[in-house]
């Protein structure tokens, strides 16, 4: 199996990725394709393939904030089972974040990652076992995630800036004693990495603006 950077909207492997991640998550979860073409040029936000016999089976996408000293995996994709490509593209990602983190000379606090409710998700297009809500939130749980104790909205990846819920906000620590974070980090975070979006809707605004009268955030069970 290959791990294949992603730069183009012209490379027809990106092609079959973005109809992967179609085929896997919510319409208003997908940037659109054509949409992707400044993502990809951005040398800080990093597109894999899993590229097996000419075929994408799977993907992820990430980034890490130096000046932050977090990373966040934006998402996980997984075409076909029996292929261990989960483990696959969490590794190469794990390998390639520590080379990052030497470069900039930096000690990551850890990971953010956003993961479904399976008890408020919509479970269409994740047929696909490694997919669905239920196995992914334990994946992320036994991986050492925790649920930010926030109630978490984002604004929809398809420009209409609409409300997307049902998702917690989870962090994996570097150091598994660490249960809060500082409430800036978090606010921060969510400020940049939402940049892209200009259109939010209000109740992300009033998320935020709860965030910036607290101190910390616990980090609490999956």
């Known amino acids: 199996m290959e791990y294949v950077r992603l730069t183009s909207i012209r490379d027809p492997l990106f092609k079959s990725m973005h109809e992967l991640l179609g085929r896997i998550f919510p319409k208003e979860e997908v940037l659109a394709f054509e949409l992707w073409e400044e993502p990809l040029r951005d040398e800080g936000i990093y597109v894999y393939a899993a590229v097996h016999d000419g075929e994408v089976v799977g993907a992820t996408e990430y980034r890490y904030y130096a000046d932050m000293r977090v990373a966040v995996t934006d998402f996980t994709a997984i075409g076909r089972e029996g292929l261990g490509i989960g483990r696959f593209l969490a590794e190469n990602r794990r390998k390639h974040l520590e080379q990052l983190a030497a470069e900039t000379r930096t000690s990551p606090l850890g990971m953010f990652a956003e993961i479904y409710d399976p008890r408020k998700a919509d479970t269409a297009g994740s ?63 969510l400020e940049r990495y939402y940049a892209a979006l200009p259109n939010r809707p209000d109740s992300w605004y009033a998320m935020m603006d709860g965030l910036r009268k607290r101190a910390a955030v616990d980090l609490l069970p999956l």
């Open 127 to 189: 047929e696909l076992t490694p997919m669905h809500p239920y196995v992914r939130r334990e994946v992320l749980s036994h991986l050492g995630y925790r649920r930010l104790d926030l109630d978490y909205v984002h604004p929809s990846w398809d420009h209409e800036g609409n409300a997307v819920t049902g998702l917690d906000l989870c962090f994996m620590p570097a150091d598994e004693r660490t249960t809060f974070l500082p409430a800036s980090l978090v606010a921060a975070y």
